[in-house]
């Protein structure tokens, strides 16, 4: 039977397992954050990078005591299989084949201007952002894409993990070529 006391107990632990995950968030993103940066690879082309960097973008004093090892990423050369795994997330919308569906084809996204597949109904948003979808303009989209662009129609999150973003660049660079 509910009483007061229980009701009272349940929504002390659900105020209390949100206060911890808030505290948690935000220590964590005083702990790391991404720096973005470039890089110039062995064939002398400039390519996009980022670095996981301990002590928020300003290093804080606890970065300068002890050595961190640090893990770089270059965009567009991840892992294209394991792309096209995590790509498994987007197949709900979007193919890869020429065609449209709920969301435009990607197949050839990688330096194809912005809202510019024929027949797509692209949100305004998106059409006034115009631009090109470079492996950084890809990153930033996959990281929030209502972040990156509001007001445009996807409802995809996105996806938090470098590591992912990364592969399915890479993924969506091989259908490009």
Request: hydrophobic fraction near 40%; charged fraction near 20%.
């Amino acid at each position: 039977m509910l009483n007061s006391t229980t009701i009272t107990k349940a929504a002390g632990g659900v105020l209390g397992a949100f206060l911890f995950f808030l505290v948690a968030n935000g220590a964590s993103g005083k702990l790391f954050s991404l720096v973005s940066g470039t890089h110039v690879a062995a064939d002398g082309t400039e390519v996009a990078m980022m670095t996981a960097a301990p002590g928020g973008a300003g290093g804080g004093d606890a970065a300068a005591a002890a050595p961190v090892e640090e893990v770089q990423i270059v965009l567009g050369e991840g892992d294209a299989e394991k792309g096209a795994k995590v790509f498994g997330k987007c197949k709900a919308c979007h193919k890869v084949d020429g065609t449209n569906a709920t969301g435009p084809h990607l197949d050839g996204v990688v330096g194809r201007p912005v809202a510019s597949v024929e027949g797509f109904g692209y949100s305004d948003a998106l059409k006034a952002h115009g631009g090109e979808w470079t492996l950084e303009a890809l990153n930033d989209w996959l990281s929030g894409p209502k972040d990156y662009i509001p007001g445009n129609k996807m409802s995809f999150a996105g996806l938090p993990k470098a590591e992912d973003r990364n592969n399915v660049i890479t993924y969506l660079k091989s259908l490009s070529n």
